[in-house]
């Protein structure tokens, strides 16, 4: 729902495109399965059709219209990239943006087979998306600051969670982090949003990269800690020496910031258990397996 009266259907977005992009309404039009903020409907073959849902502004959006433009060109995995506006209408009060679709299988329903190659693919992707940012580049507002800044969010994850069991070693990680030095240099491009719904697979190995709503320029550690989010067992170590760029204050910001990513994904597995909105049950062991990863450690 996008209001108490709104339903987002097929017929609803076919009606959206006649109204402002009518060369595209002939297309073949699906639904994805999940999305919270914002819906996606597959278009055709190659286009996919981004419907403001939940958000309740559409500054996620018009960000991804702005800067996936000037990123995508240079970065080594496919992005989604917009190619016509949607604005609200009478129809519809909300935004809607006509993007590319990047093909494979999102991590949360698939699985990555081949390591290594996954370790060195995500590396490239991140020295590539991980350059200086230009001045006018969107600042993070719930994210992007040192872990220290976010312990009472990493300890609201923690208590939610009751891992009663694991608590102290994860308060340890975090604790670590904390401590870590603060990052030199100017800010870089960091897409923000890193977990196993927000990256494609293919043949056993990453395949691309969704959902840029959450870019800012700031700590790279926040994308750095896809290295136990997102990649198998034993494969971080390989992902750092590859990606070649993170000292060690900021490998330890990174593992602590894993850390509350995994609480954050088991959190999420919690409340689909327990049919809350917005819950989405195969969280669960996705979360439990990173941060097994995280408490081993590099």
Known sequence: MTGPEIVITADLVRDLLREQHPDLAGLAIREVPGGWGNQMWRLGDDLAVRVQRMDPTPELQLKERRWLPVLAPRLPLPVPTPVRFGEPSARFPKHWTVM????????????????????????????????????????????????????????????????????AD???????????????????????????????VSDGTLSGVVDFGDLFAGDPAWDLAAAWVLLPDGTASRFFDSYARADESSIRRARGLAAMKSLFLILMGQNGDRG???????????????????????
């Not at 060195?120 to 969107?138: C, I, K, M, Q, S």
């Open 276 to 298: 809350l909105p917005g819950g989405k049950p195969h969280w669960g062991p996705a979360g439990r397996a990173a941060l097994d990863r995280v408490l081993k450690g590099v």
């Open 100 to 167: 590319t679709w990047v093909p494979g299988e999102p991590l949360d329903h698939g699985a990555i087979s081949r390591g290594a190659h996954a370790a060195d693919t995500l590396a490239a992707f991140l020295r590539a998306l991980h350059v200086p940012a230009p001045a006018e580049a969107p600042v993070a507002a719930d994210r992007g600051a040192h872990p220290r800044d976010c312990t009472a969010g990493f300890e609201k994850f923690l208590q939610a969670v009751g891992l009663d069991d694991l608590a």
């Open 170 to 200: 994860v308060r340890a990680v975090w604790a670590d982090a904390a401590e870590a030095g603060l990052r030199e240099g100017p800010p870089v491009w960091v897409h923000g949003d890193l977990h196993p719904a927000n990256v494609v």
